[in-house]
């Protein structure tokens, strides 16, 4: 699917200036669903300027009415002769200057929770060489001590849904191979849509007790009106057989 340039800056204009839902900017930018709503809430794209798809040829505003008018609705990339044939780079992921020295940590963060990923698929998320990631392994990388680990996606590195890909793609590698997969590694390997679904799941040990309550029934209440005193008992004191003394 062609995807509009400058993606997130184009994902910032569509919620700052649309009524658009968030899976439908996610679908026509290529983000994940998340990484948009990330946007609306101010955690994400932080200090982007945003960029206007219409001025740029990229959409029509008959186009945007059309999809506010119904979610389901997907937006269509304005047609663009001069893109025609144009072809996919192949290479390794270009990563700015301002970001490239997040890479260790970045790379430091896939090691350690996603330790499947092979060092080709490593070096395509973050951009990266081989050397490089493997010092990080080994822990000989120069700055080690100070590397700390950060979600690349969060460091704005790659998407989570290209993360998630990679992750679901060294699964199946996995899984032909033969290997058995822990629960713990199911947890871990599980992306982010089936997460967020899991969430709403009930637990096993837990189910059956969804109607459970604290509240007496009607059969007990009698029961609990029996056990409980007699209010105007609390205050009776027993007769004293003394007579009060008067002073003399």
């Known amino acids: 699917m062609a995807l509009p340039i400058m993606q997130k800056a184009t994902a910032v204009w569509l919620v700052d200036n649309t009524t658009l839902s968030f899976k439908q900017v996610a679908d026509f930018t290529g983000l994940h669903d998340l990484e948009v709503q990330g946007i609306a809430d101010g955690e994400v ?14 959409l029509t505003q008959e186009e945007i009415t059309r999809c506010e008018e119904n979610p389901k609705a997907k937006l269509q ?11 996919k780079r192949k290479g390794p992921r270009y990563t700015p200057l301002s970001k490239r020295q997040d890479r260790p940590s970045a790379i430091a963060w896939l090691v350690k929770f996603h330790p499947e990923l092979s060092d080709g698929q490593i070096s395509k998320l973050v951009g990266t060489t081989k050397p490089t990631i493997q010092s990080i392994r080994d822990r000989t990388h120069w700055n080690i001590a100070n590397i ?8 704005g590195m790659c998407r ?24 713990d590694e199911k ?43 007699d209010a105007e008992s609390l205050f009776n004191l027993p007769d004293s057989d003394d007579e009060d003394e008067s002073d003399d």
């Open 148 to 155: 700390q680990t950060v979600d690349p996606v969060a460091l």
């Open 77 to 87: 990339l304005k047609y663009n002769a001069a893109a025609e044939g144009e072809q």
């Open 187 to 229: 947890m871990r390997l599980m992306s982010t849509d089936e997460s967020l679904a899991s969430e709403n799941r009930i637990p096993t040990a837990m189910e059956g007790l969804e109607n459970f309550t604290f509240s007496d029934t009607a059969a007990d209440a009698p029961e609990r009106e029996k056990a409980l005193p």
């Open 45 to 58: 794209a932080v200090g982007i300027k945003g960029f206007d798809p219409i001025v740029n040829n990229q």
């Open 160 to 183: 989570q849904g290209e993360l998630d890909a990679a992750v679901a793609k060294a699964v199946a590698a996995k899984a032909k191979n033969g290997d058995v997969l822990t629960d």
